[in-house]
């Protein structure tokens, strides 16, 4: 019977901001790809992944990380560019630091396990993942009951505040209350865009207005990625026809409208 191939333990780690990972090997290497080359287009090309698949990156590391980890100008030959912040600098030389004691760390486990073939139980860490693309780390302001469901505001970051709607059960069972933090996830196609928010049609919708960073069109509705002040951004659909009537274009001012029903709230344990 031939010999069984001893077992090797092998992982990846990620850096986490309040509980949520937002900065693995795959990210690093496209802050440094950016770095070099001055551009996101230019950094997903050499790492052979979609244009759309790196902004994406950018986006989400903006969002949860402290403070914005790559800066990008939009407009201009070339479609603008791109650099690092100092937070972004920052980030990546904690991260290739604590990867040369991660390598040890492995490498002293594997030594200690030797050619042992006894049973391990493997235990895995369950990972969320959602089609929601818009996803915002915030605390919640307050909570207002009313008969059977309630309002519950979360502030962002930034100071943008947002209302989600859910059932008093809800409430009670993940312990929503002030000053708890939360994720807010809200889908792209529960959120509409437009030029200028009519306050009579979009009244008690969540309006967040800021910059239009990237259009993307597509045979069906376009997306848009509206960029807050705060570098926070928020994806929605537009139907293609619309985009054009209403003169929504990269660099332009434009709102993201979505009702409370479709903000979902996410806890962890």
Do not use: H
């Amino acid at each position: 019977m031939p010999n069984k191939p001893p077992l090797n333990v092998a992982g990846q780690f990620w850096l986490n901001v309040n509980d949520v990972a937002f900065l693995g090997e795959e990210r690093i290497a496209l802050l440094e790809q950016i770095a070099e080359r001055g551009s996101i287009t230019q950094a997903a090309k050499s790492l052979k992944i979609s244009y759309k698949a790196a902004w994406d990156a950018v986006d989400a590391m903006n969002n949860v990380a402290p403070a914005p980890v790559v800066a990008t100008a939009t407009g201009g030959r070339g479609g603008g560019g791109a650099r690092l912040t100092d937070e972004g600098r920052r980030l990546i030389a904690a991260y290739r630091t604590i990867a040369i004691e991660y390598a040890r760390f492995l490498d002293g486990i594997n030594a200690a396990m030797g050619d042992s073939t006894a049973a391990l139980d493997l235990l895995r860490r369950l990972a969320m993942r959602t089609s929601a693309r818009n996803q915002l780390i915030g605390k919640i302001v307050s909570v207002t009951a009313r008969t059977v469901d309630a309002e519950v505001l979360i502030e962002i970051q930034g100071g943008a505040r947002i209302a989600a709607g859910v059932t008093n059960e809800s409430v009670e069972s993940l312990s929503l209350r002030p000053g708890r933090q939360v994720w807010a996830l809200i889908k792209a196609v529960a959120v509409g865009i437009v030029r200028t928010p009519d306050p009579g049609a979009n009244a008690g919708a969540n309006v967040l207005c800021g910059l239009v960073q990237r259009v993307t069109r597509s045979d069906g509705p376009a997306e848009v990625v509206v960029a807050l002040s705060s570098g926070v951004t928020l994806r929605g659909l537009i139907a293609s026809d619309e985009l054009d009537r209403m003169g929504i274009a990269e660099g332009e001012t434009a709102c993201a409208i979505f009702p409370a029903s479709g903000v979902i709230i996410v806890v962890d344990n």
